[in-house]
């Protein structure tokens, strides 16, 4: 199964084929060159994703403060970000790309002590003020750094969201299991593991089976946080590959560590930096071009 | 890498002789440790075993009679049963669990997910915790105060079922309050991602992930509840009525169901025979009551292990 998933996924791209990345489909997005560092720092502008223009802002926040208390955790957050495309949020540990993904979907209301200020929109409503917390996370799903399934079965997991949100009849759910497995790429390997317990998965099939439970209820928007920092590579990989192609559909928001799969999946990045988001742009002028000096020292730091 | 001097070998902080000698003491010091704490936990099995292998030997001839176990005590003469006991010792245990039951699980939700973390909340929970110390006569007594002769109910079911719930609620409160702060935060995290309300998230996720811990929890306190005799003693009285089975006037003392009528449990009609106890067959009929009580609790004990560990399977493993 993972033998045949390896070989699946390893570059097919022709070197010529990859320069024109205006060409490149989805699925070319997650192509992994692990030849060495350097090979893919130079491979970085062959992966990377076109950036369609002027796509209009499915979210927006508009000088968004949070403290955690005392603590100023976001200073003047200002950030679109784009429909179907997936934007990468970067930056050293502590930096807050967490904090600002939990203020998309609102997960910062249940941390006491926690205040938010500025504006979150969502197709231009105030998630803040006019949408209902509950009603925002439906649209703004969320999938979380360690794989998170609840105990039980596969189909439950899945089914879940779904019967709390008023699906009853078996076909129906039936249906939304099998799509939302099948989007999330686990379905091959789960559809004989239905009934087996959530809890019993790989690492991977667990973070696949929690980015199927997210999709479940069709949400427009999927926010992940640092969803691959616990998976071995080829699930990394599978994953990196499904971002690509759920973005036709949804529009993502990732966190991440490894730069380089920043330049892999994500059109925008936005780097962030002790609570303030220092610049954001297309993914290949963040990295090729900063126009910030710190920017420049955080990508080149990493790139050697 | 700049570092361009010859690389010098660290010196040798740590002599691996030390490290040698250390190690066997640690292996030695383990090994001493391992063969007395077996010795302590296999004493404090042995005393358990005997008492009761004791308890139940003694009452053995008593406890597996179904004439003892059916037939109503006897005031003067030989031969009375417990049949009575028996049954107000269940029918307690059912109503206070009826009551304590919803009452610990909506308190232990409110603190463990709703409560604000302020002066209020720490109050509550140290209130809990020396209501959970409270020596059940002192239950009792207030029980007696407040139910028997403040609201004039008499020594009655009501009166003991109530005593047993304030006994009752500060340990089942603590439990189901423990299990829930169990189940992991992202458990948590994920139910409300999927956009249900915190509501939703405790009742579909929290309280079945919590279930059972609680479980385990509500039987070990059920044991308890029905090995409990000095908060009864004063409230839930110490005679027992005939009952008549065929009854199901409410009104009536002899009817089963009343909640109005005095009910011995079997733990206090171990206390009253022995303290003012009359009939001949005194040691017998107190040996097999506490023969019966002990199997009630062992039995409890044994199916709150059971039904935990099925249920944690089920919850967490193929
Ligand atoms: N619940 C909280 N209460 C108080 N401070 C917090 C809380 N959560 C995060 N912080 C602080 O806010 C800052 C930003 O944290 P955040 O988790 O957003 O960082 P991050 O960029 O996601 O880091 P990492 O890459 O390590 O995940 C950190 O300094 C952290 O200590
Ligand atoms: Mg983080």
């Excluded at chain 1, 003047?76 to 997936?86: A, C, D, K, T, Y």
């Excluded at chain 1, 379905?187 to 439970?213: M, P, V, Y």
């Amino acid at each position: 199964m993972q033998q045949q998933s390896t070989e699946a996924n390893k570059p097919t791209t022709a070197p010529g084929a990859a320069a024109t990345p205006a060409a490149t489909r989805p699925n070319d997005v997650s192509l992994i060159d692990r030849a060495s560092v350097l090979e893919e720092a130079d491979a970085i502008s062959h992966y990377a994703a076109p950036v369609p223009s002027n796509a209009p802002a499915k979210m927006r926040t508009r000088n968004v403060n949070l403290y955690y208390g005392e603590f100023h955790a976001l200073k003047h957050v200002n950030l679109n970000i784009p429909e179907h495309e997936v934007t990468a949020l970067i930056g050293p540990s502590g930096c807050g790309k967490s904090t600002f993904l939990r203020c998309l979907n609102r997960m910062n209301d249940l941390i006491e002590g926690c205040r938010v200020e500025g504006e979150v929109t969502l197709d231009g409503i105030d998630v803040y003020r006019d949408l209902d917390p509950a009603l925002l996370r439906c649209r703004v799903g969320m999938v979380f750094q360690h794989p998170n399934p609840f105990p039980m079965s596969v189909y439950d997991n899945v089914a879940y969201g779904p019967r709390a949100h008023g699906i009853t009849k078996r076909a129906d759910l039936d249906d939304i299991v099998e799509q939302s497995l099948r989007d999330a790429a686990v379905w091959d390997e789960l559809k004989d593991r239905l009934d087996a317990n959530g809890l019993g998965l790989s690492g991977g099939q667990a973070q696949r089976l929690c980015i199927a439970r997210a999709l479940a209820i069709a949400p427009d928007v999927l926010l992940m946080d640092e969803a691959t920092s616990a998976l071995d590579p080829i699930s990394t990989n599978k994953v990196e590959e499904l971002v690509g192609a759920l973005k036709d559909r949804y529009t993502i928001v990732l966190v991440t560590h490894n730069m380089l799969q920043a330049t892999r999946v994500a059109q925008k990045t936005a780097f962030f930096l002790m609570g303030e988001m220092v610049e954001a742009g297309p993914t290949m002028q963040i990295f090729e071009d900063p126009q910030d000096t710190r920017t420049k020292d955080y990508v080149s730091g990493r790139f050697g | 890498m700049a570092n361009t001097a010859t690389p010098q070998p660290a010196p040798r902080l740590i002599d691996p002789d030390a490290v040698v000698a250390h190690v066997e003491k640690a292996r030695r010091q383990s090994k001493a440790a391992t063969v007395i704490l077996t010795a302590i936990a296999g004493a404090i099995c042995v005393l358990l075993a005997a008492i009761l292998v004791y308890i139940i030997s003694a009452g053995a001839s008593k406890a597996f009679d179904p004439a003892f176990l059916t037939s109503p005590p006897q005031q003067f003469k030989e031969g009375g049963g417990i049949g009575p006991e028996l049954f107000n010792s269940f029918y307690l245990l059912v109503l206070t669990l009826v009551i304590s039951i919803p009452l610990s699980l909506g308190a232990a939700i409110f603190l463990v997910e709703y409560a604000p973390d302020n002066w209020v909340t720490r109050a509550v929970k140290t209130a809990i915790e020396v209501l959970s110390s409270l020596p059940s006569i002192v239950v009792g007594l207030f029980g007696f105060l407040l139910f028997v002769l403040q609201m004039s109910w008499g020594f009655s079911i009501i009166s003991g079922a109530l005593a047993l719930t304030m006994f009752n609620i500060p340990i089942l409160l603590r439990v189901i309050q423990q299990a829930l702060e169990a189940v992991p935060t992202d458990q948590r995290d994920a139910g409300l991602a999927l956009g249900m309300t915190r509501w939703e998230t405790t009742v579909h996720i929290l309280l079945p992930c919590a279930m059972p811990a609680i479980i385990t929890g509500v039987i070990l306190s059920a044991g308890r509840v029905f090995g409990e005799a000095a908060a009864l003693i004063y409230t839930a009285g110490q005679s027992a009525p005939a009952l008549d089975f065929t009854s199901f006037d409410l009104t009536n003392p002899a009817c089963p169901w009343n909640i109005w009528r005095p009910a011995e449990t079997l733990a206090v009609h171990i206390w009253k025979i022995n303290s003012e106890g009359v009939v001949p067959d005194l040691t017998a009929v107190s040996d097999g009551t506490a023969a019966v009580l002990v199997i009630c609790i062992l039995a409890f004990n044994l199916i709150a292990r059971f039904a935990g560990r099925r249920l944690s399977k089920k919850l967490t493993a193929e």
